[in-house]
T-cell receptor
Framework: EAGVVQSPRYKIIEKKQPVAFWCNPISGHNTLYWYRQNLGQGPELLIRYENEEAVDDSQLPKDRFSAERLKGVDSTLKIQPAELGDSAVYLC?????????????FGQGTRLTVV | LAKTTQPISMDSYEGQEVNITCSHNNIATNDYITWYQQFPSQGPRFIIQGYKTKVTNEVASLFIPADRKSSTLSLPRVSLSDTAVYYCLVGALNQGGKLIFGQGTELSVKP
C-alpha cells in the first residue's frame, strides 16, 4: 500500500510569489495533518482535518496561508505571498480517527526555499 | 496537553544499548505515549507506542513506570543507521487528535 504522498519534493521561489503543496493521504485515513518543520526543530502543527472539516487551524498564519481538503481526501496547502521566513519543510501526515492508540503516517515532505 | 521533556542529544557506539528517557509529568489518563524516529530529509516514522508497563516490538522496547510520568525508549544494539532524531509524544488521538512534537533527541551512533 502506498504511503502518504507529497509533491513537489523541493520548491524554490522568490519572495512574494505564491506556492502550493499537495498531499495524498493513505486511503481510508480520515484525519490529515499539515506540519511545518524548521531546521533543527520538531514539526509544528499548522492545521488538522477530520474528513473535509478543518478542526484545528489555530497555528495557521491565516493572513498568508490557506488550506483545503476537497471531498475529505487530497489536501492542498497554499502560501500567498511567500516570505523569507517561510523557508522550511512542510510535512503532511494522516491517521485513522476513532482509536486512542492509532499512529500517524508522514510523507517525505516538501522542502521550500524562499529567496 | 501534556508537555514532554527529553535530552537534546545523545552519543553512542555501535552495538550498545541506548535508552532515551522522556518526562511527561502532566500525562492524562487517556493519553498514550508514542515515539517517532526521523532521519534527515524524511518525515517522522512511528516506532512504538504504549500505555503502561512494557511494550516490545522488532525495533525497540518502551518502558513505562506505574505513575506514567516518564517513559524510556530502549534501542538494543544500535547501529550507524539508528542515527536519527527521536521524538516522544503524549496524547490520545481520538480526543482532539493533536500530535505535538517537542525538539526531540538527536542520537548519534559512532563506529
Amino acid at each position: 500500500e502506498a504511503g502518504v504522498v507529497q509533491s513537489p519534493r523541493y520548491k524554490i521561489i522568490e519572495k512574494k510569489q505564491p506556492v502550493a503543496f499537495w498531499c495524498n493521504p493513505i486511503s481510508g485515513h480520515n484525519t490529515l495533518y499539515w506540519y511545518r518543520q524548521n531546521l533543527g526543530q520538531g514539526p509544528e502543527l499548522l492545521i488538522r482535518y477530520e474528513n473535509e472539516e478543518a478542526v484545528d487551524d489555530s497555528q495557521l498564519p491565516k493572513d498568508r496561508f490557506s488550506a483545503e481538503r476537497l471531498k475529505g481526501v487530497d489536501s492542498t496547502l497554499k502560501i500567498q505571498p511567500a516570505e523569507l521566513g517561510d523557508s522550511a519543510v512542510y510535512l503532511c501526515a494522516s491517521s485513522l480517527r476513532g482509536r486512542a492508540n492509532t499512529e500517524a503516517f508522514f510523507g517525505q515532505g516538501t522542502r521550500l526555499t524562499v529567496v | 496537553l501534556a508537555k514532554t521533556t527529553q535530552p537534546i542529544s545523545m552519543d553512542s557506539y555501535e552495538g550498545q544499548e541506548v535508552n532515551i528517557t522522556c518526562s511527561h509529568n502532566n500525562i492524562a489518563t487517556n493519553d498514550y505515549i508514542t515515539w517517532y524516529q526521523q532521519f534527515p530529509s524524511q518525515g517522522p516514522r512511528f516506532i512504538i507506542q504504549g500505555y503502561k508497563t512494557k511494550v516490545t516490538n522488532e525495533v525497540a522496547s518502551l518502558f513505562i513506570p506505574a505513575d506514567r510520568k516518564s517513559s524510556t525508549l530502549s534501542l538494543p544494539r544500535v547501529s550507524l543507521s539508528d542515527t536519527a532524531v527521536y521524538y516522544c509524544l503524549v496524547g490520545a488521538l481520538n480526543q482532539g487528535g493533536k500530535l505535538i512534537f517537542g525538539q526531540g533527541t538527536e542520537l548519534s551512533v559512532k563506529p
